[in-house]
């Protein structure tokens, strides 16, 4: 076995965040709708979430923002002219279509892909199937720039593999990370990938709200990385109908702990039967919240399983990284309590403020995309996307001179945040060395 961490690529949160209320099923998402955002707040929330998880001495990476508002999504749709015409255009006829192209979703890492460490795939490079996320339309536009985004990151071909989304098709409906847990004796040994899907691709889907994650989708970013150790476990119908878009929203796992609600999967006893019998070198443990300690719409409301769970140095025991909201909701926060005095394997919690992204319906484990590496794999990682207090203090500097403090989603339509926005992602391109003609804007003649 060749040692390894877990690092943890966060998203920039966007200049143009705003609670548009794009998410059927995002049940923060559509509370907030409307509501004036604070994007300076956001970023620097993110921030201060990722110097939290360096200083407990966590590898932490930067995801770049998207380009945003998408002038090519909008052409696409008709509308023509000038790049703010283009804007004004879609504001007038089409104010749905202006909200989706600013959407500042990519914030949410956890979405950007499905990752499979070397020690998992069949080549033995770290894999990465970017995601299609074709269910929202706001979030159908990530794949390319995502991609590239994590091309950026990892651009070493002998150690990374970053494939292209799936087709674009609903019978290849993936969301991510977001759906995947991987469990281990040790991040550098073989673990168990296990992938939570929604609905299979051939049958009608009739509920409240979509169910958004292909089972086929699943297997085939599992045929692509040669991932081992594959578990495939449905997720429970009532969990999707309760506001429970992505598996992550009631369940988290690290190590060999899977922390989830009881209410997150279709079939409990055949998901620990399937992942005790591909387990290797170690005994999984099953740390379950019941119904009635934590009923399945107050573990919605707190995002509890939303949160990180993460291996510290030193550390026997698991550390839970919570959102203020899990602290502030009484029984979540009994649960938490009841955890740590238990002789169980999560030992301790830390809250910290994600308010930004949780009133969009993302808490702090929306905010990352986990990645297994070792040494050497981290020593052919972009070094100036790697999180330390310089950076820390730049990106600050940065967002404070270019970032607003409230932004409405009637502020969208100002001609004056396209310029606002591309001056901050230019500066971004050399503060991260993302490359020329990294943002489609750059590469305009």
């Given at each position: 076995?060749?040692?390894?961490?877990?690092?943890?690529?966060?998203?920039?949160?966007?200049?143009?965040?705003?609670?548009?209320?794009?998410?059927?099923?995002?049940?923060?998402?559509?509370?907030?709708?409307?509501?004036?955002?604070?994007?300076?707040?956001?970023?620097?929330?993110?921030?201060?979430?990722?110097?939290?998880?360096?200083?407990?001495?966590?590898?932490?990476?930067?995801?770049?923002?998207?380009?945003?508002?998408?002038?090519?999504?909008?052409?696409?749709?008709?509308?023509?002219?000038?790049?703010?015409?283009?804007?004004?255009?879609?504001?007038?006829?089409?104010?749905?279509?202006?909200?989706?192209?600013?959407?500042?979703?990519?914030?949410?890492?956890?979405?950007?892909?499905?990752?499979?460490?070397?020690?998992?795939?069949?080549?033995?490079?770290?894999?990465?199937?970017?995601?299609?996320?074709?269910?929202?339309?706001?979030r159908s536009l990530e794949g390319e720039q995502t991609t590239r985004s994590l091309r950026r990151l990892f651009p070493d071909a002998k150690r990374f593999a970053v494939h292209e989304p799936l087709h674009a098709q609903p019978y290849f409906?993936?969301?991510?990370?977001?759906?995947?847990?991987?469990?281990?004796?040790?991040?550098?040994?073989?673990?168990?990938?296990?992938?939570?899907?929604?609905?299979?691709?051939?049958?009608?889907?009739?509920?409240?709200?979509?169910?958004?994650?292909?089972?086929?989708?699943?297997?085939?970013?599992?045929?692509?990385?040669?991932?081992?150790?594959?578990?495939?476990?449905?997720?429970?119908?009532?969990?999707?109908?309760?506001?429970?878009?992505?598996?992550?929203?009631?369940?988290?796992?690290?190590?060999?702990?899977?922390?989830?609600?009881?209410?997150?999967?279709?079939?409990?006893?055949?998901?620990?039967?399937?992942?005790?019998?591909?387990?290797?070198?170690?005994?999984?443990?099953?740390?379950?919240?019941?119904?009635?300690?934590?009923?399945?719409?107050?573990?919605?409301?707190?995002?509890?399983?939303?949160?990180?769970?993460?291996?510290?140095?030193?550390?026997?025991?698991?550390?839970?990284?919570?959102?203020?909201?899990?602290?502030?909701?009484?029984?979540?926060?009994?649960?938490?309590?009841?955890?740590?005095?238990?002789?169980?394997?999560?030992?301790?919690?830390?809250?910290?403020?994600?308010?930004?992204?949780?009133?969009?319906?993302?808490?702090?484990?929306?905010?990352?995309?986990?990645?297994?590496?070792?040494?050497?794999?981290?020593?052919?990682?972009?070094?100036?996307?790697?999180?330390?207090?310089?950076?820390?203090?730049?990106?600050?500097?940065?967002?404070?001179?270019?970032?607003?403090?409230?932004?409405?989603p009637g502020d969208l339509a100002d001609p004056g945040l396209l310029d606002e926005v591309r001056t901050a992602l230019d500066e971004l391109t050399g503060l991260l060395d993302l490359g020329t003609g990294f943002y489609p804007f750059q590469?305009?003649?």
């Amino acid at each position: 076995m060749i040692p390894a961490v877990e690092a943890n690529c966060d998203g920039l949160v966007g200049p143009t965040h705003s609670f548009a209320g794009l998410a059927p099923g995002n049940l923060a998402s559509e509370l907030h709708k409307g509501q004036a955002s604070n994007p300076r707040a956001g970023v620097l929330e993110g921030l201060a979430k990722m110097r939290r998880l360096h200083d407990l001495g966590l590898p932490q990476f930067v995801l770049p923002p998207h380009e945003r508002p998408d002038i090519g999504f909008l052409r696409g749709a008709g509308f023509g002219g000038t790049d703010t015409e283009v804007m004004a255009a879609a504001a007038k006829a089409a104010p749905e279509l202006l909200n989706t192209a600013c959407s500042a979703s990519p914030m949410w890492a956890a979405n950007a892909a499905t990752v499979t460490p070397s020690a998992d795939s069949g080549d033995g490079r770290v894999h990465f199937t970017s995601a299609n996320l074709l269910t929202n339309l706001h979030r159908s536009l990530e794949g390319e720039q995502t991609t590239r985004s994590l091309r950026r990151l990892f651009p070493d071909a002998k150690r990374f593999a970053v494939h292209e989304p799936l087709h674009a098709q609903p019978y290849f409906a993936d969301e991510g990370a977001a759906n995947h847990v991987r469990l281990c004796a040790e991040h550098g040994a073989p673990g168990v990938n296990l992938f939570v899907w929604g609905r299979d691709a051939w049958e009608a889907w009739s509920g409240r709200f979509p169910a958004r994650q292909t089972l086929q989708a699943f297997q085939a970013v599992q045929r692509r990385h040669g991932a081992k150790g594959a578990v495939f476990a449905r997720q429970a119908r009532r969990a999707i109908e309760a506001g429970v878009f992505h598996n992550d929203v009631v369940c988290v796992g690290a190590g060999a702990s899977l922390f989830f609600h009881e209410a997150a999967f279709e079939d409990r006893v055949a998901l620990e039967r399937d992942i005790r019998a591909a387990a290797q070198g170690f005994e999984p443990q099953f740390v379950e919240i019941a119904e009635t300690d934590l009923p399945l719409g107050e573990a919605v409301s707190s995002y509890l399983f939303n949160s990180m769970l993460v291996s510290l140095p030193g550390e026997d025991r698991l550390t839970l990284i919570a959102p203020m909201e899990t602290a502030e909701t009484p029984r979540a926060h009994a649960a938490v309590q009841g955890l740590i005095a238990s002789n169980g394997p999560i030992g301790r919690v830390e809250y910290v403020d994600v308010r930004q992204s949780m009133r969009n319906g993302g808490g702090p484990a929306c905010l990352r995309l986990r990645v297994v590496m070792t040494d050497e794999e981290l020593a052919a990682t972009n070094p100036a996307q790697r999180f330390d207090p310089v950076l820390q203090a730049r990106l600050t500097a940065w967002a404070e001179r270019r970032y607003r403090d409230r932004l409405t989603p009637g502020d969208l339509a100002d001609p004056g945040l396209l310029d606002e926005v591309r001056t901050a992602l230019d500066e971004l391109t050399g503060l991260l060395d993302l490359g020329t003609g990294f943002y489609p804007f750059q590469r305009q003649v």
